[in-house]
């Protein structure tokens, strides 16, 4: 891309000689999501590199299954739904503060290695505020939290086992530990998800029989009575893959790689972080109490801090789509089966689109954006046309959520250590945590 800044595609080729296109302008990504949707589908590789940890919900879905699937998501991801979930973001905020507090306390130099205490806590999120697990479900929780540290971890030799499985089933193939390991929390995670959906069912329909009310408000609630309302019965394996998909998308991974590089933005940036103070405690002070959903959208500075770390660091490295047929993009015939590569940090660091300067950690830029970037494919961090994110007012809350109440209270430092970014893997990560000296804000 900085080599061809103005391209509409670029061709390259893989091991094997194989044909790949990198979808490179604007123009470009509107026309392989959206204009020409229905001309790619997901490669069939990509079902055997991630399909065990997504499951064969809406992320494999294509055509009308993929707008029916899309519809049975689109209520419980109202805003109006995300809004109610506010209170368990807070709560779950301020149980990460005191975290920080307890480890800070015992530490002389305020060293924190602040990556595992945000995956813990976005998980802890997913777990109350989609699927419903209570405190007295804190062993299931721990259950599958273990699985899914298992399946994404990070070690070379797991990163090596998941790009060969793109060629070959090599999960089954070679029953080493790693393998015998990810395997066995896979079918864990399928377990512990279906016997959980299995209640849920039981419970609504029960309370429906009496006449009883259920008040719950997590995303799977509302998921079950939305599918009862389409249809006689609930198809369990169907609910299972399509929240597979949504702790991977919302909890475990992309939403906590999204915190780690704000925190690291801000310990790198102090002046954006007295700023981004300054504006929470000015709210806090003015209104006092409990958070509220309004007063969240107005903190301008924030929005404009968030959206420019998602510009940044896009949690998601690659889209990846297949021409299932001959297609013309830009003018360009792309053939049937080749492979088209759409990387969100291709259009997000384009000094065409975002001026001179794009690789400048900048959230000010988001006050007056050039007219290129104004554009909506622009911004790729939740992707674009039909296949947008259906979380992103989700996810974008918590995100928030969890800045406002750790810059709030705690001050965030670089420590002399370089962050190194995993080579290998589906995330733009930092490979060995992210280690930061954390200190009470004055």
Same mark, same amino acid.
């Given at each position: 891309?900085?080599?061809?800044?103005?391209?509409?595609?670029?061709?390259?080729?893989?091991?094997?000689?194989?044909?790949?296109?990198?979808?490179?302008?604007?123009?470009?990504?509107?026309?392989?999501?959206?204009?020409?949707?229905?001309?790619?589908?997901?490669?069939?590789?990509?079902?055997?590199?991630?399909?065990?940890?997504?499951?064969?919900?809406?992320?494999?879905?294509?055509?009308?299954?993929?707008?029916?699937?899309?519809?049975?998501?689109?209520?419980?991801?109202?805003?109006?739904?995300?809004?109610?979930?506010?209170?368990?973001?807070?709560?779950?905020?301020?149980?990460?503060?005191?975290?920080?507090?307890?480890?800070?306390?015992?530490?002389?130099?305020?060293?924190?290695?602040?990556?595992?205490?945000?995956?813990?806590?976005?998980?802890?999120?997913?777990?109350?505020? +989609?699927?419903?697990?209570?405190?007295?479900?804190?062993?299931?929780?721990?259950?599958?939290?273990?699985?899914?540290?298992?399946?994404?971890?990070?070690?070379?030799?797991?990163?090596?086992?998941?790009?060969?499985?793109?060629?070959?089933?090599?999960?089954?193939?070679?029953?080493?530990?790693?393998?015998?390991?990810?395997?066995?929390?896979?079918?864990?995670?399928?377990?512990?998800?279906?016997?959980?959906?299995?209640?849920?069912?039981?419970?609504?329909?029960?309370?429906?029989?009496?006449?009883?009310?259920?008040?719950?408000?997590?995303?799977?609630?509302?998921?079950?009575?939305?599918?009862?309302?389409?249809?006689?019965?609930?198809?369990?394996?169907?609910?299972?893959?399509?929240?597979?998909?949504?702790?991977?998308?919302?909890?475990?991974?992309?939403?906590?790689?999204?915190?780690?590089?704000?925190?690291?933005?801000?310990?790198?940036?102090?002046?954006?972080?007295?700023?981004?103070?300054?504006?929470?405690?000015?709210?806090?002070?003015?209104?006092?109490?409990?958070?509220?959903?309004?007063?969240?959208?107005?903190?301008?500075?924030?929005?404009?801090?968030?959206?420019?770390?998602?510009?940044?660091?896009?949690?998601?490295?690659?889209?990846?789509?297949?021409?299932?047929?001959?297609?013309?993009?830009?003018?360009?015939?792309?053939?049937?089966?080749?492979?088209?590569?759409?990387?969100?940090?291709?259009?997000?660091?384009?000094?065409?689109?975002?001026?001179?300067?794009?690789?400048?950690?900048?959230?000010?830029?988001?006050?007056?954006?050039?007219?290129?970037?104004?554009?909506?494919?622009?911004?790729?961090?939740?992707?674009?046309?039909?296949?947008?994110?259906?979380?992103?007012?989700?996810?974008?809350?918590? +995100?928030?959520?969890?800045?406002?109440?750790?810059?709030?209270?705690?001050?965030?430092?670089?420590?002399?250590?370089?962050?190194?970014?995993?080579?290998?893997?589906?995330?733009?990560?930092?490979?060995?945590?992210?280690?930061?000296?954390?200190?009470?804000?004055?």
């Amino acid at each position: 891309m900085r080599k061809y800044p103005n391209a509409d595609l670029i061709r390259l080729f893989a091991l094997g000689n194989s044909e790949l296109i990198l979808v490179n302008s604007l123009r470009a990504f509107r026309e392989v999501t959206f204009t020409h949707e229905f001309a790619f589908a997901k490669p069939t590789f990509l079902k055997r590199l991630v399909g065990e940890m997504v499951g064969d919900g809406l992320f494999f879905a294509e055509g009308e299954g993929h707008r029916q699937q899309r519809k049975l998501l689109a209520g419980p991801f109202l805003t109006s739904n995300v809004k109610s979930l506010l209170p368990i973001f807070e709560m779950k905020a301020d149980g990460l503060c005191s975290a920080l507090a307890a480890i800070t306390g015992d530490s002389r130099r305020g060293i924190v290695e602040i990556s595992s205490l945000i995956s813990k806590t976005t998980f802890d999120i997913i777990s109350l505020a +989609i699927l419903g697990l209570k405190p007295e479900n804190d062993s299931l929780t721990s259950e599958l939290a273990e699985s899914y540290h298992t399946v994404f971890s990070s070690t070379p030799l797991s990163r090596i086992m998941l790009l060969l499985s793109s060629w070959i089933p090599i999960r089954k193939l070679l029953p080493i530990r790693t393998n015998r390991d990810y395997v066995y929390a896979n079918g864990k995670i399928q377990h512990v998800l279906k016997s959980h959906v299995r209640r849920r069912i039981h419970e609504i329909r029960s309370a429906q029989q009496e006449d009883s009310p259920d008040r719950t408000n997590d995303l799977l609630t509302l998921m079950i009575k939305e599918q009862l309302k389409r249809r006689d019965e609930c198809i369990e394996d169907e609910i299972v893959d399509h929240y597979m998909r949504l702790i991977l998308r919302l909890g475990q991974e992309t939403v906590g790689t999204a915190l780690i590089w704000a925190f690291h933005a801000l310990a790198n940036h102090p002046d954006i972080q007295n700023r981004l103070r300054q504006e929470i405690n000015t709210l806090c002070c003015e209104r006092g109490g409990r958070l509220k959903y309004t007063e969240i959208c107005s903190l301008d500075f924030l929005d404009c801090f968030v959206k420019e770390v998602l510009r940044c660091y896009p949690p998601s490295v690659c889209s990846m789509r297949e021409a299932v047929k001959p297609v013309s993009i830009c003018g360009q015939l792309i053939p049937a089966g080749t492979t088209v590569l759409m990387f969100p940090v291709v259009p997000q660091s384009n000094s065409t689109v975002w001026g001179p300067d794009p690789d400048k950690f900048d959230p000010d830029r988001w006050k007056a954006l050039p007219s290129t970037a104004r554009v909506g494919y622009a911004f790729q961090a939740f992707n674009t046309g039909p296949r947008t994110c259906l979380g992103k007012a989700f996810a974008l809350l918590e +995100i928030k959520v969890l800045i406002i109440k750790l810059v709030k209270a705690w001050n965030f430092c670089p420590v002399p250590k370089p962050v190194a970014v995993q080579k290998i893997g589906l995330l733009y990560k930092p490979a060995n945590g992210l280690e930061l000296r954390v200190q009470p804000a004055l």
